[in-house]
């Protein structure tokens, strides 16, 4: 798999006309080592015809990641004027008691923070505002959600982190089952 990497990231040498000093070589292998050799390959290309620069790190990740949800057919992020005409949608054809609930997480995530019933019942003059404010609000909680993703990604690939995450779950569901118990008895008492 090293030797592959070292394929894949060794065209940035012809193209760039750099050397890549050992330290750097390494640091580029053990931070792309768990691509696949041909996503990496076929990434290094695309960023050669677009970068007029050597791309970094981050960028040839991220080049893999649109290269891998294509190939995996992932759902494509989306926008929020994507969103929002979702939601008109969605308040048009199921109203008010419906239309939530057929919505994608992030995108009634946002709708919800705005107000459902503001979003299906205000007047029309007012919809230009509720889309600047939907507009907001949706790309912070999809930047969120995409940075929370990364952590969770590199939290996976360490083992003592992942092992402390799967700690705390344990712990907080054991709290959650305790309080439920607890709130039970108390239940009981009363009657």
């Not at 190939?71 to 992020?77: A, F, Y």
């Not at 929020?80 to 979702?86: L, S």
């Not at 360490?158 to 907080?172: F, I, W, Y």
Request: glycine share 2%.
């Amino acid at each position: 798999m090293k030797e592959q990497t070292l394929k894949a990231i060794g065209v940035f040498n012809l193209a760039y006309s750099r050397e890549f000093d050992e330290q750097r070589l390494e640091l580029c292998v053990h931070m792309l080592s768990d691509i696949h050799p041909v996503t990496l390959s076929k990434a290094c290309e695309n960023l050669i015809y677009q970068s007029r620069f050597l791309p970094t790190i981050a960028e040839i990740r991220e080049e893999c990641q649109k290269i891998s949800n294509i190939v995996n057919n992932r759902e494509k992020d989306i926008d929020y004027t994507e969103a929002w005409e979702m939601v008109i949608k969605a308040a048009e054809r199921k109203g008010y008691d419906d239309g939530l609930d057929t919505l994608p997480p992030l995108v009634k995530k946002a709708a919800q923070r705005i107000g459902w019933y503001d979003i299906c019942y205000s007047k029309f003059e007012d919809m230009p505002t509720i889309r600047a404010q939907f507009r907001n609000i949706y790309n912070q909680i999809s930047e969120r959600s995409k940075e929370e993703e990364r952590i969770v990604q590199s939290i996976q690939k360490s083992e003592p982190l992942k092992v402390a995450m799967e700690s705390n779950r344990n712990k907080l569901a054991e709290l959650t089952s305790n309080l439920s118990s607890n709130m039970s008895l108390e239940e009981r008492k009363r009657d």
